[in-house]
């Protein structure tokens, strides 16, 4: 029997699952993109290696994976032979799971041809640094006691501080390190400071990539943060990564007090702080990665902690920094959401399917059951914003009415929305997804930017822009929720469930709040 779409993209998941198994961190996947299911980026941890497996709805029935490499070790003669000796296994294997058959394929290649990729600098020997920095620091300390050394009244030189380049060959190549637990944050060129997972980009020379990889040039780096700890800045000359700086503090030192303070603070009961998104599946109060910590680890932050985010903004061709007071290393608050622009759901065919959904999720998660979206809310965010007041949501509104006709003009463009499949955002918020297009990418991207451009405040989210159809969303605060292994049991029957599609037939402006379980709408936008 031939192997049904549905069924192939089951079996590309199960693989996907078992590849990220047996290199945990190391996998990245990017879905839908075009006529490509999935791409997989394997980037070996000890080794200056990139795999990308590109899948398309066929693999691996009647098509092989299309095999590329990324290296910066490699020479190109290198690279041209061990990525034909990948695709040509990849060929002969038609018909079978071949990923991580081709990892191992790669790593016989170079231990055959006797070429050493691993990463040039001894972490082990850097730690040792550290540990003598340390000991020379104390014996500095021994001398300044003395007043008779410090006759010397010549200003000191500033050490050499360590590259950018180096922080991100320290992240990637120390094996105690957590790729996922560090974020950059760089300068775009419109929207000022952004701070991204450190694993949601390649890092390697941008002239090798594809348009669907995510890169950037390493003099934009500002600073780099392990979790919410600010160890590398540029701009204030922060090293505790290496401690190249003076500080005597390393990222080992860092990992360690940070460890301890998250301790403390569990054993602290005052201050709990509550996220709270109003509704729409956001969190812009506070960085996110910590948010995911809350719920992952029940952290309870001081109120204390909290401090008013630096926001960079361009002007010509300089930079003028507003809302200066910051606390590096502590959490940033922005300002919260309390409206959003919306798309709904008006497709009868999307809006039974997912009613049949949250029908059986209510009987396999019946803890879940009273936390289901009622069908009067189904829509798929585009943006959020924060209105303060009646004058600010007036003016929203005007500029909205502006935009109509190149708003009517893009979203003819846009084909309708395809959504399948069921994914979830930890243990608390389960959703159908959306296949996005690049039309209705550009679409979202052209209203927001204006909206911004016009005295618009858009919450940015760190994360890339994610849209869904919530079909089960449970308080900040609920404590029965089901394990993260509970959930993916129950939604996995629908990984591939087609809803139908969704036309681009109106944007709708709402306040998050609710009357009689329908959001309260400001304005409407039909095309």
């Given at each position: 029997m031939a192997t049904t779409e549905a069924e192939a993209l089951s079996i590309q998941d199960n693989e996907i699952l078992g590849i990220r198994s047996q290199y945990p961190g190391q996998i990245k996947v990017l879905s839908c993109i075009g006529e490509i299911q999935n791409v997989v980026m394997l980037s070996f941890k000890d080794l200056d290696l990139q795999l990308k497996f590109q899948l398309t709805d066929e693999y691996p029935n009647t098509a092989a994976a299309s095999v590329s490499i990324r290296s910066t070790t490699l020479s190109h003669d290198q690279q041209e032979v061990l990525t034909s000796h990948l695709q040509e296994q990849a060929e002969l294997?038609?018909?079978?799971?071949?990923?991580?058959?081709?990892?191992?394929?790669?790593?016989?290649?170079?231990?055959?041809?006797?070429?050493?990729?691993?990463?040039?600098?001894?972490?082990?020997?850097?730690?040792?640094?550290?540990?003598?920095?340390?000991?020379k620091a104390k014996k500095g300390n021994d001398k300044t006691d003395n007043p008779e050394d410090n006759s010397s009244s010549a200003p000191a030189k500033k050490s050499a501080m360590k590259t950018a380049a180096d922080v991100i060959k320290r992240i990637q190549w120390d094996r105690d390190l957590n790729l996922e637990d560090f974020y950059v944050?760089?300068?775009?060129?419109?929207?000022?400071?952004?701070?991204?997972?450190?694993?949601?980009?390649?890092?390697?020379?941008?002239?090798?990539?594809?348009?669907?990889?995510?890169?950037?040039?390493?003099?934009?780096?500002?600073?780099?943060?392990?979790?919410?700890?600010?160890?590398?800045?540029?701009?204030?000359?922060?090293?505790?990564?290496?401690?190249?700086?003076?500080?005597?503090?390393?990222?080992?030192?860092?990992?360690?007090?940070?460890?301890?303070?998250?301790?403390?603070?569990?054993?602290?009961?005052?201050?709990?702080?509550?996220?709270?998104?109003?509704?729409?599946?956001?969190?812009?109060?506070?960085?996110?990665?910590?948010?995911?910590?809350?719920?992952?680890?029940?952290?309870?932050?001081?109120?204390?902690?909290?401090?008013?985010?630096?926001?960079?903004?361009?002007?010509?061709?300089?930079?003028?920094?507003?809302?200066?007071?910051?606390?590096?290393?502590?959490?940033?608050?922005?300002?919260?959401?309390?409206?959003?622009?919306?798309?709904?759901i008006t497709d009868e065919n999307v809006r039974k399917n997912a009613k049949e959904v949250q029908k059986i999720l209510s009987s396999s998660l019946p803890n879940y059951a009273d936390h289901i979206q009622p069908e009067s809310t189904f829509h798929i965010t585009l943006t959020v914003m924060n209105l303060?007041?009646?004058?600010?949501?007036?003016?929203?509104?005007?500029?909205?009415?502006?935009?109509?006709?190149?708003?009517?003009?893009?979203?003819?463009?846009?084909?309708?929305?395809?959504?399948?499949?069921?994914?979830?955002?930890?243990?608390?918020?389960?959703?159908?997804?959306?296949?996005?297009?690049?039309?209705?990418?550009?679409?979202?991207?052209?209203?927001?930017?204006?909206?911004?451009?016009?005295?618009?405040?858009?919450?940015?989210?760190?994360?890339?822009?994610?849209?869904?159809?919530?079909?089960?969303?449970?308080?900040?605060?609920?404590?029965?929720k089901a394990s993260h292994e509970k959930i993916a049991q129950c939604i996995h029957p629908f990984m591939h469930r087609n809803f139908g599609a969704q036309k681009l037939d109106a944007i709708h402006l709402y306040q998050m709040e609710k009357e009689d379980f329908k959001y309260i709408e400001v304005a409407v936008i039909k095309f």
């Amino acid at each position: 029997m031939a192997t049904t779409e549905a069924e192939a993209l089951s079996i590309q998941d199960n693989e996907i699952l078992g590849i990220r198994s047996q290199y945990p961190g190391q996998i990245k996947v990017l879905s839908c993109i075009g006529e490509i299911q999935n791409v997989v980026m394997l980037s070996f941890k000890d080794l200056d290696l990139q795999l990308k497996f590109q899948l398309t709805d066929e693999y691996p029935n009647t098509a092989a994976a299309s095999v590329s490499i990324r290296s910066t070790t490699l020479s190109h003669d290198q690279q041209e032979v061990l990525t034909s000796h990948l695709q040509e296994q990849a060929e002969l294997k038609k018909g079978q799971l071949v990923m991580t058959h081709l990892a191992d394929r790669a790593l016989n290649w170079l231990q055959d041809n006797s070429i050493d990729l691993k990463y040039s600098v001894d972490v082990k020997t850097e730690k040792r640094k550290d540990k003598k920095k340390e000991k020379k620091a104390k014996k500095g300390n021994d001398k300044t006691d003395n007043p008779e050394d410090n006759s010397s009244s010549a200003p000191a030189k500033k050490s050499a501080m360590k590259t950018a380049a180096d922080v991100i060959k320290r992240i990637q190549w120390d094996r105690d390190l957590n790729l996922e637990d560090f974020y950059v944050g760089y300068i775009d060129r419109f929207l000022g400071i952004v701070e991204k997972c450190f694993t949601a980009f390649t890092w390697e020379d941008i002239a090798a990539v594809d348009m669907f990889t995510l890169t950037i040039p390493q003099h934009r780096i500002q600073y780099f943060k392990y979790k919410t700890e600010v160890v590398w800045n540029k701009g204030e000359r922060i090293d505790n990564v290496f401690g190249s700086t003076g500080s005597d503090l390393t990222i080992t030192n860092v990992i360690k007090r940070y460890e301890e303070k998250k301790n403390h603070r569990r054993e602290d009961d005052d201050g709990l702080l509550e996220e709270s998104d109003g509704g729409v599946g956001v969190q812009c109060s506070v960085e996110n990665n910590m948010m995911e910590s809350l719920r992952d680890d029940d952290v309870k932050i001081p109120m204390e902690a909290l401090s008013i985010e630096k926001t960079v903004y361009f002007e010509g061709n300089h930079m003028s920094n507003q809302h200066q007071e910051k606390k590096v290393g502590h959490i940033n608050t922005r300002k919260k959401p309390n409206f959003f622009l919306s798309l709904d759901i008006t497709d009868e065919n999307v809006r039974k399917n997912a009613k049949e959904v949250q029908k059986i999720l209510s009987s396999s998660l019946p803890n879940y059951a009273d936390h289901i979206q009622p069908e009067s809310t189904f829509h798929i965010t585009l943006t959020v914003m924060n209105l303060d007041d009646a004058d600010q949501i007036s003016h929203c509104s005007k500029l909205l009415k502006e935009m109509e006709p190149a708003l009517i003009d893009s979203a003819k463009k846009v084909p309708p929305l395809n959504l399948r499949g069921v994914g979830n955002f930890g243990e608390g918020i389960i959703f159908a997804r959306v296949k996005v297009s690049k039309e209705f990418s550009s679409f979202v991207h052209f209203v927001t930017e204006s909206l911004q451009e016009g005295g618009v405040y858009i919450c940015k989210d760190r994360h890339s822009y994610n849209p869904h159809l919530t079909l089960v969303k449970c308080p900040k605060g609920m404590k029965e929720k089901a394990s993260h292994e509970k959930i993916a049991q129950c939604i996995h029957p629908f990984m591939h469930r087609n809803f139908g599609a969704q036309k681009l037939d109106a944007i709708h402006l709402y306040q998050m709040e609710k009357e009689d379980f329908k959001y309260i709408e400001v304005a409407v936008i039909k095309f």
